[in-house]
């Protein structure tokens, strides 16, 4: 099939063609602070407001025409109707935006009210955030961070092969990509007969994940089924779970990381839908033991979404490649997380963020963070000419992904963050 | 100094006289759940509208007489205002319900529309709850979990003392009293050569708590100095932590608790405010090693609050006593747990959950859950009759709790919850 055409001009090497549609909030830069949130879709180098889209009655179909689902701050409400709404609006968009539809294409009036260059808005963080979990899902990285703390003899606790194990994260330090992290303060491990370190953080990290946008949530009690799991999710987000590891190894045992990663998570600002990944189905990595019944799905796959991490030293010209790993390396699928997630009865709540945990492939070059690419400090790594074992203030910590399709891109944009100095 | 005197009746045995003033939100059952839900406060068996005193204009200090805080439907509001509010509608309110105090007393009309017996309303989750962090600071609590599941040499890692261990909880599950919890299905060990256990918990529990409700916030990246904690805290609630202690057990490690955790978690109604907790202030333990400079309290106390739990199985007549502890074990205080948290810059909001962790005492007649209580099964406990190792389906467990001034309680009411069979 020939890539889809629209009339706004989309690079062949975009993210955002038609085939895309990524959902995302933002202001326009011109009204400042004031400027009201308002949802839009990406398409090219343009944003669409699908405010205005909805205000000039474009969304004709029987769910959309009479919603305000695009009239909020945030996504929540559309992410709350659920697939049919989200289908519809899908093809509403696409034809739209199409090559041979005028409606839009030929009404410079209404284009100039809907259609924003992208440098010239601003992205926020898309959805009221109820709650965010953090999955553990790359048996890689569950193997590297094994027997770097523990030793290879078991590197895997028994339960990581029955069990997709994850902890909650913290809702409210969840930023924007382009946000400055502020590098943490804590305590750290002490040497034998001092007192523990307190002072920033010296392991810095970053974390390559992905996360999964809740749609329609259930109700406390009710467990979704794992075959239904998908019709719970709207879409996927990079994510940066920054990681202090020298404040995480000290303070996690028994109940968990907690300071160690609280300082800040940042997102991606565009939502690709399931919709738009679909074409990149492929087969999930085969489970052995096989799962219990309820984590046992007729449809076992993930997506095959190719990802980057590209770290720029302050007074660095360009960006230099760390790791290149894929989305496919998940051991346990996002529909086997959700399905997990509510089995003992816990509700979510559209707007919800799963986290995928650190997607580390096999080899060197696939890790996901700088604890197994420098192997805890041991090995570090040149990154243009500079030596890291963990992060260094002024780093840019940029992640990328794109799906390649034939002719065409569905690509999520980057997650970008820089690392500030600890404050005192 | 005498009990103060209000025109509405208050039971010497009370929980809520003058000196107490908790604040809920409520719905007046009258209005089935079309009514709005409204910030109020508890004086004897009656509950205050708040939004109709507002809108009589009895609110008028400088910081409350044009707020729109108590027209809300939540607590979030008058939360994030700070102590100099807080401060300002106590002594509006406590002149306005002063027995000497004719406006309220002798308008029959207004009383009709402020003063709802409190059998007549619902009580409803006060506020908006943005992120939910459970602690684990009492150490004779952590000190027995160690002892059962590590045995009894070093029960207590290293880090406890250092720090006050925490976990983020769910906050979408957070139920208000009254609040039926069905029993979690989950996996649990497996013995060996099998696959885990799935099912329901076969080890159900509660966890005796109490959570701090966070006022004002702090911006990403800005911790709260220690010395100002107590200005960010509103005030106490109980809070039944229920856990499932097999699925816990199973799932924890490396990450710490989740699904044991996040089918449920009950509060009750009334925010006991830090001003009437003040006359029952006490020391709090003396800390060795001594704490790190940032978690250094020039005022280092806690409350004497005691605290008991029922449990009435289904059938029983009366609910017997199984625990009797109080709020002064802490050993990490609450004003440390909210420095802790932030110090990493970590972004607290109004609103938002610190639960204590389970408040056991040093002796088994204070133990704060069954696992203690029961020593993980090992010693059954008899319940007017019944024996119990963990909680039964139809087991309803009652905390209660009340400060005893002289000749007046400061009291919580009560958090209740029954166990109800898991569903298929
Ligand atoms: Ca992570
Ligand atoms: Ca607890
Ligand atoms: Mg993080
Ligand atoms: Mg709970
Ligand atoms: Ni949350």
């Not at 999930?284 to 590209?310: M, S």
């Amino acid at each position: 099939m020939a890539p889809l055409r629209s009339f706004v001009e989309v690079l062949p090497e975009s993210h955002f063609p038609l085939e895309n549609l990524p959902y995302g909030v933002f202001r326009p830069s011109a009204g400042g602070s004031q400027a009201e949130p308002r949802p839009g879709v990406a398409i090219g180098d343009y944003v669409l407001d699908l405010s205005a889209v909805a205000a000039a009655g474009l969304f004709d179909g029987p769910l959309l025409k009479k919603s305000s689902c695009f009239s909020q701050t945030s996504l929540n409400k559309f992410l709350e109707m659920g697939r049919p709404a989200w289908k519809e609006a899908r093809s509403t968009l696409q034809k739209l935006l199409s090559a041979d539809e005028p409606t839009l294409r030929d009404n410079a009036d209404l284009k100039e009210k809907c259609l924003f260059p992208m440098d010239k808005v601003q992205m926020l963080v898309p959805m009221v955030i109820g709650d965010y979990t953090d999955f553990f899902s790359s048996m890689h990285h569950a193997k590297n961070c094994g027997t770097i703390f523990r030793g290879p003899e078991n590197p895997i606790a028994q339960n990581w092969f029955h069990l997709p194990i994850a902890y909650h994260g913290r809702a409210s330090s969840v930023v924007i990509s382009g946000t400055d992290i502020t590098r943490p303060r804590g305590q750290a491990y002490p040497t034998p007969n001092s007192p523990p370190y307190f002072g920033p953080s010296m392991k810095m990290d970053f974390e390559l994940e992905m996360a999964a946008i809740v749609g329609p949530g259930n109700e406390l009690g009710h467990p979704i089924d794992v075959n239904d799991a998908a019709d719970h999710i709207f879409g996927l987000v990079l994510m940066n779970d920054w990681s202090a590891r020298d404040i995480q190894a000290w303070e996690y045992v028994p109940l968990g990381p907690f300071l160690g990663k609280s300082f800040g998570t940042s997102i991606s600002p565009w939502i690709v839908t399931l919709d738009a990944l679909e074409p990149f189905a492929c087969d999930a990595p085969r489970q052995e033991p096989h799962p219990l019944p309820y984590l046992a799905e007729t449809k076992h796959v993930n997506y095959d979404i190719p990802l980057e991490v590209w770290i720029k030293p302050s007074g660095h010209e360009h960006p230099s490649l760390v790791t290149k790993s894929n989305f496919s390396h998940l051991y346990w699928t996002i529909n086997q997380q959700l399905a997990h997630h509510t089995i003992n009865g816990c509700n979510l709540r559209p707007g919800d963020l799963l986290g995928t945990g650190t997607i580390s492939g096999p080899h060197e070059e696939s890790f996901g963070c700088l604890l197994e690419l420098t192997w805890n400090g041991q090995k570090p790594l040149s990154i243009g000419g500079s030596s890291r074992k963990f992060l260094e203030d002024g780093d840019e910590v940029i992640f990328t992904a794109a799906c390649k399709g034939n002719g065409y891109n569905v690509g999520f944009g980057t997650c970008t963050g820089k690392v500030l100095p600890s404050t005192p």
